[in-house]
């Protein structure tokens, strides 16, 4: 009964940033990893960030693909079961909806999207 839901999607300048928010109904959110994807017109979706636990650091694993290093971060807040992405320095590249996403606990894919918030970057 996984659900997300995104928010924080808009309309900002070239170099200006935006917070992206994806709330998560359901069980055991902590232990579940979530990523961020991004579809942009005339393109397929592509791999943005993700976030999962690693008990051997005892910490929150990190992720991003490079077309974002440096630029975006993942974040998650377990009390409001809400997922982060924080993005910077944004590119009319990153032009997109952008979608979270869930795995399952021990999971493997990503079998759990929200319904997707626009980005427009404009340059």
């Known amino acids: 009964q996984v659900q997300l839901v995104e928010s924080g999607g808009g309309l900002v300048q070239a170099g200006g940033s935006l917070r992206l928010s994806c709330a998560v109904s359901?069980?055991?959110?902590?232990?579940?990893?979530m990523g961020w994807f991004r579809q942009a017109p005339g393109k397929e979706r592509e791999f943005v960030a993700a976030?999962?636990?690693?008990?051997?650091?005892?910490?929150?694993?990190?992720d991003y693909a490079d077309s974002v290093k440096g630029r975006f971060t993942a974040s998650r807040d377990n009390a409001k079961n809400t997922v982060y992405l924080q993005m910077s320095s944004l590119k009319a590249g990153d032009t997109a909806v952008y979608y979270c996403?869930?795995?399952?606990?021990?999971?493997?894919?990503?079998?759990?999207w929200g319904q997707g918030t626009q980005v427009t970057v404009s340059s």
């Open positions: 976030i999962w636990w690693q008990p051997g650091r005892m910490a929150y694993k990190s």
């Open positions: 359901g069980r055991s959110f902590s232990s579940i990893a």
């Open positions: 996403a869930a795995k399952d606990v021990g999971g493997i894919t990503y079998d759990h």
